[in-house]
């Protein structure tokens, strides 16, 4: 049997590759819906707070109700995709994200909003569970880092269009909401198009059609046909996985990875000041409009980032990209409280670098973490435990970011904005010291490959040096 554990896949066609694009792009799109609705809270909350009477708290409360929603939903939907499929809960997610925005663009009062943003976080959780899964179990190995990305990408270029559609709407935040339904409706359309994972038909005993997707998307019989003799060779040995099984020894090391990663992507602050940017820079002198477009250049940057993390990541690998990137964040981080002392930035000077600062800070942490979140969980756990990983790993993402969420103007309030970006600035060096020591690198790696390393107790970068020194 050939089980292929050097991980390499071997040169697709061209056509071939532009079927997985295709496949990696649509499934993506949950993506975009996400980065949308996590994007135009930050700009819809000036116009709400106009029209409604919110403090600070019932701000904190709107804003994190798509997170705590997000919670229910990342869990509820690891068990569903090992049980009914990939393909299935991805289209639920679409579906979700479109009654999600019709009833916030529709709601008479803050509490129906805040009820219409918890279903939107139901759909937004499901979403950063089961599309990055989705995608690393149809791509190559030598392409599964760009192709996961893609979802990152259209997070973030979800944001910087809520933005943008912030800005032109003015306070119309209804227009804002309402318009998320359009991608979830393409979507839809997409997904009754695309396969089914064949890891997970594999799981499920249906062969056949695992080897006919995998002869589809690879243009090879002879690759395919090798890649399901490999698949089997880990299918065989656990055939069922319970929530149980992440706490397996084995496993452990997997879950404190994913899991770790998520909540420093977190508690470094990123998601905290996308949220909240605009409200801290017109509390600090700058007008509505200077506020929105201040954090619309900085989610741009991102963007831009994202797109050469998406390809650094297959060529450097994961670890190293986020050793590269996470410093710089750091320095933009104390620069930002330094600038905020005293009185803030009372002058165009420093007003500008505040700006240049938040765009740097973004670019590095949210292009760092943002690229390798959801590859990293989506590849470090093993096949019959993957949807239930990946989901404990976003819940880790979305439990910090609801803590983030409804604590950071309660801290910029008591320890002021200086201390606030000092304190996710030390956090930021802790999260150096983490990856340097315990994250393990899996590019170009078959999922397959990872796994057996995590059963070979060679799966921490210094496991790898030891046995290396053996």
Not at 55 to 78: E, H, R, S, Y
Not at 254 to 279: D, E, H, K, R
Not at 405 to 411: A, I, Y
């Amino acid at each position: 049997m050939n089980t292929r554990h050097d991980g390499l896949a071997k040169p697709q066609t061209k056509n071939m590759m532009g079927l997985v694009i295709g496949i990696a792009v649509i499934a993506a799109l949950g993506g975009l819906l996400f980065g949308y609705d996590t994007g135009i809270i930050g700009v819809a909350l000036l116009g709400l707070g106009r029209q409604f009477s919110m403090d600070d708290t019932t701000k904190q409360l709107v804003t994190g109700a798509i997170i705590f929603g997000a919670l229910f939903g990342c869990l509820g939907t690891g068990p569903l995709s090992d049980r009914l499929g990939r393909r299935r809960m991805v289209i639920g997610v679409g579906v979700l994200f479109a009654i999600g925005s019709i009833c916030s663009a529709l709601s008479p009062s803050i509490g129906f909003l805040i009820a219409s943003r918890f279903l939107l976080g139901l759909s937004a959780g499901s979403s950063t569970q089961i599309i990055p899964v989705y995608i690393a179990e149809v791509s190559p190995p030598a392409h599964r880092g760009k192709m996961v990305v893609l979802f990152q990408f259209m997070v973030v270029f979800g944001i910087t269009v809520a933005y943008a559609t912030g800005f032109a709407l003015g306070d119309h935040w209804r227009w804002m909401f309402g318009l998320g339904v359009v991608p979830a409706l393409i979507l839809l359309g997409g997904m009754f198009f695309l396969p089914e994972s064949p890891r997970w038909l594999l799981v499920k005993k249906r062969d056949q059609e695992a080897l006919t997707t995998l002869e589809r998307v690879r243009g090879n019989h002879d690759e395919a046909v090798a890649e399901v003799a490999e698949i089997r060779t880990v299918v065989l040995d656990e055939p069922e996985g319970r929530w149980r099984d992440l706490a397996k020894p084995w496993i452990r090391p997997a879950v404190i990875v994913g899991a770790s990663i998520s909540m420093f992507s977190q508690i470094t602050g990123n998601n905290a000041l996308i949220y909240y940017a605009p409200t801290i820079l017109t509390k600090a002198g700058f007008s509505d409009k200077a506020a929105v477009l201040a954090t619309g250049f900085s989610t741009l940057l991102v963007v831009i980032m994202t797109v050469i993390g998406s390809v650094l990541v297959d060529r450097i690998g994961r670890r190293t990209y986020l050793l590269w990137m996470i410093p710089g964040s750091i320095v933009a981080l104390v620069v930002l409280g330094y600038l905020f002392e005293g009185q803030g930035p009372t002058t165009d000077t420093s007003r500008l670098l505040v700006v240049l600062c938040l765009g740097a800070y973004l670019m590095l942490n949210c292009g760092g973490f943002g690229v390798c979140i959801w590859l990293i969980n989506s590849e470090v756990y093993p096949l019959f435990v993957r949807g239930k990983g990946a989901a404990l790993g976003a819940f880790s993402h979305w439990s910090f970011d609801l803590i983030v969420t409804l604590t950071t103007l309660s801290l910029v309030t008591w320890l002021g904005a200086t201390h606030t970006f000092w304190l996710y600035a030390a956090i930021s060096v802790f999260s150096l010291v983490f990856i340097y020591y315990l994250v393990p690198e899996t590019m170009g790696k078959s999922l397959e490959k990872i796994e057996h390393e995590l059963r070979d107790r060679q799966f921490y970068p210094y496991q790898k040096k030891a046995a290396k020194a053996v």
